[in-house]
């Protein structure tokens, strides 16, 4: 298992991951297979978007916060973050990566991605 | 191939799984590596939260109920469960697990749930 | 690793690709083990939902364009098609599946579908 650290810097922010990502799957030595990674937080999430347009991933960001807007009468939860934690189960904790040739496989227009619902934080990301 | 089953008891519902789920790995014997948890059914989820207050949980469930309301005039299916089938598609099917010296892995705060969007029944989770 | 292409045909569509899935994974002469499907797009999505009736996938479809509804003011990616990435981080990019004897392991009502955001187009799944 590899881990990494990402420091984020806002109470909601995307960042792109995918060359972390990159060097801990080559650090495993994996030649061919599957990787997960895993976030072991409950208010940031993984996903898969475009990498190339940052507005891409900032648009998700700003959609999200319309479908589960900050404090609503309807949310129990006291930490002030129910949003941050229904926003992290819509997008997931993990995601999956075919690897070959020791190269993490993507699409010519994904990036990988930290979703920042509650910071800003020190962030951790597992690879298995 | 493990399986277990939860007898859930309302219309929608979060149930924490976390130790059936940590019981079921500790039974593979497997020692490090992914185990993947499935549930194989259309109208109920997995998805990870915070598991410490199950206001957490329930927000989230509420909050769905307001994203994808029951019995909407643009749903065709006529079995009733429309609502049921978007949100299982919402939250996925699966989860991916990092095992390390025999023990499942989860952050602090992590708690693993079955959604139910359509019970009560009795639902299903596979492990491997 | 194999790879499979879906013709799609129209703007917004869900092709069920079980019958694919099921022939590339019998491809691979796996005989026991987890199956990750991937799919190299940002602006289509994998998802398991009922098979059966065309209209439970066909509801997900239209639920969609009313969640993420296409050309809002606060999207900004020059594309126009903002919508379909949004969408595509909400359903994922990947699905994992459990094989045993050689055989899929799906539940009875289950399908596997390829989720068209912004199509027609040809895309591809790739299979490991």
Known sequence: MKVFAVQTQAGTQMINITDQLREAV???????GVVTAFTPHTSCGLTI???ND?????????????????????????????????KTSL?????????????L????????????????RIRHVWIR
Chains 1, 2, 3 share one sequence.
């Open 26 to 32: 080559a650090e495993t030595g994996l030649a061919d």
């Open 105 to 120: 496989q993507l699409g010519p227009w994904q990036g990988v991605f930290l979703c920042e619902f509650d910071g800003p």
């Open 91 to 103: 997008v997931g904790s993990s995601l999956q990566f075919i690897v070959k040739g020791g190269v």
């Open 49 to 51: 978007t475009e990498g």
């Open 54 to 86: 940052p507005d891409v991933a900032d648009d998700l960001l700003r959609h999200l916060d319309r479908l589960v807007p900050k404090a609503q009468p309807h949310y129990r939860h006291a930490g002030g973050n129910a949003d941050a934690h229904i």
